[in-house]
């Protein structure tokens, strides 16, 4: 029997512009506050692996070897310590690689910390910079971009399930009023319907990117870093655990999709999404209708819809109604993105899937900010979507 | 005042600008902001506004604080020829500057734009207005523009698609220190005005009174911590 594991310490910067620090900087900040939350300042060393997750440290800030670093900054040695590289699923990868690490029964105790500084370069090497995970010859070498394809898949689901540019701004309102209860948002300002569509300033305050998505579908360039402290249910080393409850990681599964969007049958149909979330319910031994409420990978709007129907939360092309009868905000049925999203709190590639599930964390443990807790959740789940769905990671943490 | 005779001399000719009708913009937050000219004997709370940023290098907004506090002074002063102010006030309280001035009828001479309140396109509808009352309204052939901060130049040169004016030096010439000078002209403006103007006129009588008497901001995002010494 696969044994249980828990999250232990959870910690985290704010998201925006960090482009004062370098990437390990930001990443030690969220690693000692997540240090702090487990209350082993002191007894740090008894990590033994560390996992980091970064997806542009080499190609935009000029550094490799970031998980050695890393330990060396925050007085880790000599923990065994690896870089987990997949697109903006980084932050999961690095969490499931450390999940396997610890039910191997290698380890007991390992820290994933991811983070990316982003805002050190222009907005056009930023884009440049995340296109490089498009195909380089049949996609990248054409001028694709991932607010361009973004722009293209909501058209065709626009087309295909009569979704209005009314109901994707409804999904941004609902976002940046998460977003800005939460501390550590990029965007910590809320929106309303009037301004970004229905008044007659909104085409100019909420003008296109990439049509027909707009400012407010799409989410800010972000610098950030998030950090989570596992450790075995089973391990003796759990004694140093007191301060906080732990929470069970009860279902984690992965799956790929083809790398080209056009290679797939249907280019909405998500296989990677619904296939990493099937691996995870199985494991946890759940089902759609357990799950509390959810951080889905919304670093465009039309995504958390998508998601939230591949997942199985909403027949496909029904999620618009979840919006529109206010079913996934945080006093509905179905909270969906509680900590503002990728939308809101912002995507710093890297960090991004390790900050779904410091919120997961912060909700079951029932630590949210006031106008921001769900009521009394028991299984939280979190979706973090690398390159345009071909490499994702589902986690679903529980109550233990 | 009596102006004594070398006074006189030390002013620059004037040009009688219209004035920029108000307008207000509905922000994405929902906030009203009220866009309309600045008052001179406003004078003293722009500068209280803009002083704080003067020590604050991050986005060079030290070197554009200080040279729109000398603009805005050299205006109160009467030491700048063809001057205006733009501001936008939420609820009275400035969330931007801008600075400009008229070279002749038809050259403009875009200054500074200075955000407060950020995360709400402020800077940008504030850039729109400066560029709406130079060629719609002052009625100039075209309006010459330099930036100081990579996202200034996002801002204009590259979403408005200003054009370089490298090659016609020193015939257009900005005068900020000589840097690279754009050229916003009445076709690219054109080109361009639905997706950057908006705003609603004739603005509410009751939105408009709230701007009324102009108020320093007391937070500044650039600042974390910021008191305002009373």
Redesign the interface.
Known sequence: MMRKITIVGIGHTVFGNLS?FDLVDIMSFASANALDDADIRKERKIIEQVFVSNMGGGMINHQAGIASSLVSRIDLEPAMAELVENGPASGSSALKCAFMAIASGMVDVVMVTGGELMRTV??WKGTDFVASLLHPEVEYNYGLTLPAFAGMFTRMYMERYGLTERELAMVAVKDHENGARNPYAH?R????L???HD??????????IAEPLRL?GMCPVSDGAATLILCALDSPKMKYFKKKEPILISGIGAATDTHCIHNRKDPLELKAVRLSAERAYEMAGLKPMDISFAELHDAFVILELVISEEVGFFERGKAKEAVESGATRIDGNLPINTSGGLKSKGHPLGATGVSQVFELVKQLRGEAEEGRQVKDPKHGMAVNFGGFGNNVVTTICSKE | MIIDELEKKLRPPEMELPPYPPKV??????EKMVVREAKREETGVLLGTIHPLMGVP?DYYDIVAARMFSEILGWYRYRVANEFVIVGAIDGVIAGIVTSRCVDENIGMSLHTLTIKR???IGA?LF?AKMEHHLEYIGEKEVWIVAES?IGF?RWMIEYELESAEDRYPEIRHELGGVPTYVLTRELYDAVR???????RPVDPQVLATADRLKVPEEYPQIPGFKREK
């Open positions: 004062d222009t907005g965007v300002i809320p929106c309303t009037e301004a970004i008044g007659e300033n909104a085409h100019v305050v909420n003008n296109y407010y | 913009i509905t922000l994405a937050s929902g991050k995360g709400l396109r509808q729109a990579p996002k639905d997706q950057k103007v908006t705003g609603t």
